[in-house]
């Protein structure tokens, strides 16, 4: 029900790489126990895939499956395995799920004008962060620009949104990583404002959103 809810359905896995994939993103999420994957048991005690997949790759414990362990499967990202067990459908653990994907596009800085009040987000937000865009932001002569982070998630170790009070070589209003939200920030001196994404991978984050 929650994967569908998300347009999805609970994840099948088909080989190694796509096993640590779902490992490595749970752990980025901040999921360090347990993690249910979507597979049960038929009459006949064999576990299948719920979205009719073929059970083509199995990474259990050893001994696994179980016995009345239960009839669901969850994979432990405690440890780089990633391995399996059977575990009770009732357990609360977190649970994986997958879309299928459209067709691929790459999200594109468009250059777009904005007047106050637009929502600007970064470039395929919130599924992509890759793109690096500015965005230039202007109000009337005398007046300043103010900005709202609605929402940054941003890899701390790589990725950046960049303020300038002005538009070509500007003062730098403030340089933010991490996760932020509700924050307001304003020009000084200019009736312009750049504000500039500034990823370097942008991987498993969201990106940013502000309000002008």
């Given at each position: 029900m929650t994967c569908r809810k998300a347009g999805g359905e609970l994840a099948s896995i088909h080989n190694q790489k796509e096993n640590d994939f779902v490992r490595r993103f749970a752990v980025s999420r901040g999921?360090?126990?347990?993690?249910?994957?979507?597979?049960?048991?038929?009459?006949d005690g064999t576990f299948t895939w719920v979205d009719g997949s073929p059970m083509d790759y199995e990474n259990y414990f050893p001994g696994f499956p179980k016995k009345n362990f239960g009839d669901c499967i969850a994979m432990d990202v405690s440890?780089?395995?990633?391995?399996?067990?059977?575990v009770d459908c009732a357990s609360k653990f977190p649970v994986?799920?997958?879309?299928q994907q459209g067709p691929t596009v790459e999200p594109t800085c468009s250059g777009d004008d904005y007047d106050e009040g637009d929502l600007i987000v970064s470039p395929g937000y919130p599924f992509s962060a890759s793109t690096p865009c500015?965005?230039?932001?202007t109000v009337e002569p005398g007046k300043k620009v103010q900005v709202e982070i609605?929402?940054?998630?941003?890899?701390?170790?790589?990725d950046s949104l960049v303020l300038y009070d002005g538009y070509l070589g500007g003062n730098v209003i403030a340089t933010l990583t991490g996760s932020?939200?509700?924050a307001t920030f304003v020009t000084?001196?200019?009736?312009?404002?750049r504000v500039s994404w500034q990823p370097q991978?942008?991987?498993?984050?969201?990106g940013v959103a502000v309000r002008n």
């Open positions: 999921i360090v126990d347990g993690l249910v994957l979507g597979a049960t048991t038929q009459q440890s780089t395995s990633g391995q399996w067990m059977n994986a799920c997958m879309r500015d965005f230039f932001l609605l929402s940054l998630e941003a890899n701390e170790c790589c932020m939200a509700n000084k001196a200019s009736n312009i404002m991978g942008g991987v498993n984050v969201k």
